[in-house]
């Protein structure tokens, strides 16, 4: 499984950015795909994730201002993140999970820098 990030930059706050996460293959394989992030110093957190089902599930910190959907026809998960805070400022990363092995599988990151 590869996954490949974009949409990252810079962005002053209270503005908005997309990021897609393609994957290679059908996303219908996976159990669950996420968007995770890790800030400067700190530890990678959770921001969304959608399962197969397609239910949902987000971090406190973004409720209402994110949100996580995907395109099955064209094996991507997209991140609309409006609102943008200074604190949004982190590493974003991809995650999948794969129905078959159970494993776990991350894109490269993308950076999001949001300025006050």
């Known amino acids: 499984v590869q996954l490949v990030e974009s949409g990252g930059g810079l962005v002053q706050a209270g503005g908005s950015l997309r990021l897609s996460c393609a994957a290679s293959?059908?996303?219908?394989?996976?159990?669950?795909m996420g968007w995770y992030r890790q800030p400067p110093g700190k530890q990678r957190e959770l921001v969304a994730h959608i399962i197969r089902g397609g239910s949902t599930n987000y971090a406190n910190s973004v409720k209402g201002r994110f949100t996580i959907s995907r395109d099955n026809a064209n094996s991507t998960m997209y991140l609309q993140m409006n609102s943008l805070k200074p604190e949004d400022t982190a590493v974003y990363y991809c995650?999948?999970?794969?129905?078959?092995?159970?494993?776990?599988?991350w894109g490269q990151g993308t950076q999001v820098t949001v300025s006050s």
């Open positions: 995650k999948v999970v794969s129905s078959y092995n159970g494993r776990d599988y």
């Open positions: 293959g059908s996303i219908l394989s996976f159990a669950l």
